[in-house]
């Protein structure tokens, strides 16, 4: 499967932005789909990941209440809803596929990143 993501940007803290990455192939659904970040300096941090069927959810406990994340099967996209954004959120984000449970974070498949850079 091959990952485009895009909705990066430079917004205010407080402020919201949604990331959105459009999987190739036919078999979307059956990927566990999930989105990361690295900051400058910092390991990778793996932020959210979504069963096929939408039932089953993972965040991080950096994100939990502010950002949501959600897939379109028809549309073979997965997004990530980002609200209250703080500049501690500041990193490049990446989507990425797995067919394992929402809560491995090793992930198989991976997309380019696009960057997040909130402003205090």
């Known amino acids: 499967v091959q990952l485009q993501a895009s909705g990066g940007g430079l917004v205010q803290a407080g402020d919201s932005l949604r990331l959105s990455c459009v999987a190739s192939g036919r078999t979307f659904s059956s990927y566990t789909m999930g989105w990361f970040r690295q900051a400058s300096g910092k390991e990778r941090e793996y932020v959210a990941g979504?069963?096929?069927?939408?039932?089953?959810?993972y965040y991080a406990d950096s994100v939990k209440g502010r950002f949501t994340i959600s897939r379109d099967n028809a549309k073979n996209t997965v997004y990530l809803q980002m609200n209250s954004l703080k500049p501690e959120d500041t990193a490049v984000y990446y989507c990425?596929?797995?067919?394992?449970?929402?809560?491995?974070?090793?992930?198989?498949?991976w997309g380019q990143g696009t960057q997040v850079t909130v402003s205090s």
């Open positions: 990425a596929a797995q067919l394992g449970a929402i809560w491995n974070n090793k992930y198989e498949f």
């Open positions: 979504i069963r096929w069927s939408e039932s089953s959810t």
